[in-house]
C-alpha cells in the first residue's frame, strides 16, 4: 500500500505561483507513473498533469500546459507540480495519484493510490 501525501497548497493571488508536492512512503515509488488530477467545488474530478516513472515523459491538460509543469525526484520519492500564472478557475482541491503501469494515463481509473489532496484558492 502506497501513501501519498500533498503539501504547498494555499491561498495566492491570480498571477501568482505555487508548487505543490507530493511524496511516497514506498521507496518502491520510482516504478510509478504519477499523476495530478484537482476538483472543484459543484465539478467532476479532472486531470492535470502526469509524468512516467523515468520523467522522461509528461502530459498536461491543455488548460494548464502553457503554466504549470510537473517533475519527480525519484530519490526523495516525490513529485512537484509548479503552478505559475494562476487564475481564479485553478481553485481547486489538487490530489497526487500513483499508477503502476508503464503508461501515461489522464483518466483517474488507472491510478492505485490516491492522496487526500491540498486545497489550492487564487483570488481574484
Known amino acids: 500500500q502506497v501513501q501519498l501525501i500533498e503539501s504547498g497548497g494555499g491561498l495566492v493571488q491570480a498571477g501568482g505561483s505555487l508548487r505543490l508536492s507530493c511524496t511516497a512512503s514506498?521507496?518502491?515509488?520510482?516504478?510509478?507513473?504519477m499523476g495530478w488530477f484537482r476538483q472543484a467545488p459543484g465539478k467532476e474530478r479532472e486531470f492535470v498533469a502526469a509524468i512516467s516513472w523515468s520523467g522522461t515523459l509528461t502530459s498536461r491538460a491543455d488548460s494548464v500546459k502553457d503554466r504549470f509543469s510537473i517533475s519527480r525526484d525519484n530519490g526523495k520519492n516525490t513529485v512537484y507540480l509548479r503552478m505559475n500564472s494562476l487564475k481564479p478557475e485553478d481553485t481547486a482541491v489538487y490530489y497526487c495519484?500513483?499508477?503502476?503501469?508503464?503508461?501515461?494515463?489522464?483518466?483517474?481509473?488507472?491510478?492505485?493510490?490516491w492522496g487526500q489532496g491540498t486545497q489550492v484558492t487564487v483570488s481574484s
Open positions: 514506498e521507496r518502491t515509488f520510482r516504478r510509478y507513473t
Open positions: 495519484a500513483a499508477d503502476d503501469s508503464l503508461v501515461i494515463h489522464t483518466s483517474e481509473s488507472p491510478y492505485d493510490y
